[in-house]
């Protein structure tokens, strides 16, 4: 036995035609059916009982199957045509439409919806435990892979984006601890990026377009989040502590060499040490300086 299901299908639309004639038609051959059953069942003549009485039925039930084939398809829905198993494309005008009756038509919408995963609990690129979430934008672009190619695209979107999230959330670290390197909390919005094309590139299957992924929630789990806040906080010290070293330097740089070119006191290399030292101790403390006058001489 073969598979006959359509590979590779891809969404094309059905023919119908508007509802208001098809509508108006249906309900004119129902009030004729409904006459010649009537005038079958005034008449006294058997004859004319036995052709016209039939003759309404028939034109009723025509009518009934007829007027069966109308569809209200309302803005931001489309229906799948199907016909004894086969794929007849899928109306998107909105309005009434009429299509063959004898076909089914299955009701999907095509509104953009949001999809918010829980709060999931990975491990990072560095091994550290992170709990993080995110909301995935996205609406159904190609009816028919959303109805033929996957079981049910809803419950698949929602699969391959904690999939995505989860991928994304162990190729990167939470905080990079190399120069320039891409982390999930100092990069956001270049790991957004990524993270769209995964989730776009796992759901193409289903015919549904990403319009936007965000992460809602990014912090590391409880059992390391003091621990890697002592981490930040020491870094946050280490870089501080650099910045002040380095303009420290540079005003004892700009002192020493107002003083030379003022010639306001000639310093030898003992007192120039003496004096560095001094000032890269006020400027480089974390507490207010306590001078003491000297009473004597340098060298005393």
């Known amino acids: 036995m073969t598979d006959e299901r359509p590979v590779g299908i891809r969404e094309f639309t059905a023919h119908s035609v508007g509802g208001g004639l098809a509508l108006l038609s249906g309900l004119v051959g129902l009030a ?32 009934v199957l007829a007027m069966s084939g109308l569809n209200t398809v309302a803005p931001g829905e489309a229906r799948v045509v199907q016909l004894f198993g086969r794929y007849r494309g899928t109306i998107r005008t909105d309005g009434l439409r009429w299509v063959n009756p004898l076909t089914s038509r299955e009701k999907i919408s095509t509104r953009v919806r949001n999809h918010e995963t829980a709060v999931l609990k990975v491990n990072d690129a560095y091994g550290n435990p992170i709990e993080l979430a995110s909301v995935v934008v996205w609406r159904v672009a190609d009816t028919a892979r959303a109805v ?100 420290a330097v540079g005003m004892v740089e700009l002192a020493l060499t107002r003083l030379a070119e003022e010639e306001i006191v000639d310093l030898d290399p003992e007192r120039k040490a003496a004096m560095v030292s001094n000032l890269m101790v006020v400027l480089c403390g974390d507490r207010a300086a306590q001078p003491v006058v000297n009473t004597g001489t340098l060298y005393q």
Do not use: C, W
């Not at 809602?216 to 910045?243: C, D, N, W």
């Open 32 to 63: 004729a059916g409904v006459g010649l059953i009537a005038l079958g069942a005034t008449t006294s003549a058997a004859a004319v009982q036995a052709s016209v009485i039939p003759l309404g039925i028939l034109v009723v039930l025509a009518s």
């Open 148 to 247: 033929f190619e996957v079981d049910d695209f809803t419950e698949f979107v929602e699969t391959q984006t904690e999939a995505a999230v989860r991928h994304i959330a162990i190729e990167y670290p939470y905080d990079s601890h190399e120069e320039g390197g891409l982390s999930l909390r100092g990069n956001a919005e270049e790991i957004t990026e990524k993270l769209a094309a995964e989730l776009a590139a796992r759901v193409e299957a289903a015919g549904v377009e990403i319009i936007e992924s965000r992460f809602t929630h990014l912090a590391y789990a409880p059992e390391i989040a003091s621990a890697m806040l002592q981490r930040q906080q020491a870094g946050a010290v280490v870089a501080a502590r650099k910045q002040i070293v380095e303009g």
